[in-house]
């Protein structure tokens, strides 16, 4: 499985951005996707994640209120809705599935990766 993210840009503080991620076949039908960010210096954490119905959608604290995850289940695509964007989200982010069907904080539980798209927010 591979996956493509897109939708990253540079954004003023206050601003929206939507990243996008879709599986180049069908990932099966009992993965969770989510989607993780890596800012310059840090490690690797995550930001939001949804079952494999695009249900039980879990959040960062950092990004709770702001962000949207979504899930396009019969293309197998994971969409991340970003408002009220600040400074700090700035990060490569990136798209993954999950070995599981409910959704998981864990990178360890993710097996595919995307590339990673660039947000830059700038103050």
């Known amino acids: 499985v591979q996956l493509q993210a897109s939708g990253g840009g540079l954004v003023q503080a206050g601003g929206s951005l939507r990243l996008s991620c879709v599986a180049s076949?069908?990932?099966?039908?009992?993965?969770?996707m989510g989607w993780f960010r890596q800012a310059p210096g840090k490690e690797r954490e995550f930001v939001a994640a949804?079952?494999?119905?695009?249900?039980?959608?879990i959040y960062a604290d950092s990004v709770k209120g702001r962000f949207t995850i979504s899930r396009d289940y019969g293309q197998s695509g994971v969409y991340l809705q970003m408002d009220s964007l600040k400074p700090e989200d700035t990060a490569v982010y990136y798209c993954?599935?999950?070995?599981?069907?409910?959704?998981?904080?864990?990178?360890?539980?993710?097996?595919?990766w995307g590339q990673g798209t660039q947000v830059t927010v700038s103050s």
């Open positions: 993954a599935t999950n070995r599981r069907a409910v959704p998981s904080r864990e990178r360890s539980e993710y097996n595919y």
């Open positions: 076949r069908r990932t099966s039908s009992n993965n969770g």
């Open positions: 949804v079952d494999w119905r695009g249900g039980g959608a």
